[in-house]
């Protein structure tokens, strides 16, 4: 804290105790009220411990930043970039218990319940700001998504995709909608209606953008041709491999601290910044050894793709809880960091560590 606020702060917490001051400093005080106010004592300890006890308190729980304008983010950034991720949903929960119709603070729990990939928190979440909100387009699209990620499968299929088909109906440009209708026709491998809503999309985005070129990578990557104008644009994400093979094995050491019932995550995430996957993948741990994939389809978030991140770090971890959150007990293996554009084969991990 520096010298500039904490004379602020001192000097704002005098003023607001003034009315009170006043009466035990003037002059005669304590003659005319010995018998019902306290000394002048009380008053210079006033002015002292309490400005010093807010620095202190500030001190704990303050954050000096946010005086700052350049280090002004929002809670949803701040939330994702949190160390303890768990805590910040805590306190959200905690806080949203008293405010049961903060639409917007309901929709940023949801988001904080992806992270932590407590994705049927999260759709039941969701389940509540839709029916606050049953005519906001944006937010029967996030339902929809929240739907598919809570399922087993991850599909975008039944209810999310008649969701998404609505929505779509509704505003034909809703550029969230189109980029999962493409992934749900990727997913039942109907390229021709996944390039539709693709190449439906690709005008509608910035073409200079990271997420222009990212879908222009995506409609390239099933055989779909894309605008001169597009091919113009940065397509530095064009050599990033589309789909990431993972072979999923366990240590012959560990098969017999593995139950069929336990869970198995497999996951991309960045190389750099917060730990939050990229893309991840679940199965029953009576499966292993399995192949899977990554792609964008598996990502997380459609504003945080695979497809995006050169660098990367891949893992697999067998949880007891079914929590995909690291629990001690849990088995994993965190691979290196690797660039994307050097995968040219199936990637192989070996669950081999435990978590401590």
């Known amino acids: 804290m520096s010298t500039a606020f904490l004379f602020w702060v001192a000097l704002i917490c005098i003023a607001a105790m003034a009315p009170i001051l006043w009466p035990l400093l003037r002059p005669g005080a304590d003659d005319a009220t010995a018998s019902e106010r306290p000394s002048r004592l009380l008053a210079l300890a006033l002015v002292v411990l309490v400005p010093l006890a807010a620095m202190l308190q500030y001190r704990e729980i303050g954050e000096p930043r946010a005086l700052d304008p350049k ?75 929240a739907i598919a990620l809570a399922s087993d499968t991850r599909r975008i299929d039944g209810e999310a995709e008649s969701l998404l088909t609505d929505a779509l109906s509704k505003d034909p440009n809703h550029q969230r909608a189109l980029w999962l209708s493409g992934i749900a026709a990727v997913q039942r491998d109907d390229k021709a209606a996944a390039l539709s809503h693709w190449q439906h999309l690709l005008p509608l985005l910035p073409p200079e953008s990271t997420v222009y070129n990212a879908v222009a990578d995506q409609i390239r990557g099933i055989g779909g041709e894309v605008a001169a104008a597009v091919t113009q644009a940065d397509t530095s994400a064009a050599a990033i491999a589309p789909v990431i093979r993972i072979q999923v094995s366990i240590a012959a050491a560990l ?55 050169p660098r990367i770090v891949l893992g697999a971890r067998i949880s007891k809880s079914g929590n995909a959150i690291p629990q001690s007990g849990d088995l994993e293996v965190i691979g290196s960091p690797i660039e994307q554009s050097a995968i040219t084969a199936p990637v192989t991990l070996e669950i081999a560590d435990v978590v401590p």
């Open 255 to 309: 098969q017999q601290r593995v139950a069929a019932t336990d869970t198995v995550y497999v996951f991309a995430r960045a190389a750099e910044g917060p730990k939050m996957p990229l893309a991840i993948q679940r199965f029953a741990a009576s499966e292993l050894p399995k192949e899977v994939m990554l792609d964008d389809s598996s990502s997380m978030m459609p504003t945080l793709k695979l497809s995006q991140t």
């Open 71 to 145: 280090a002004l983010i929002s809670v949803e950034s701040e939330m994702a970039a949190a160390p303890d991720l768990a805590t910040a949903v805590a306190g959200l929960e905690r806080r949203l218990a008293g405010q049961p119709d903060d639409v917007e603070g309901l929709r940023l729990l949801a988001r904080g319940y992806q992270q932590l990939q407590q994705f049927g928190d999260a759709r039941d979440t969701l389940a509540k700001v839709r029916a606050l909100r049953s005519d906001d387009l944006d937010v029967q699209v996030e339902y929809a998504e």
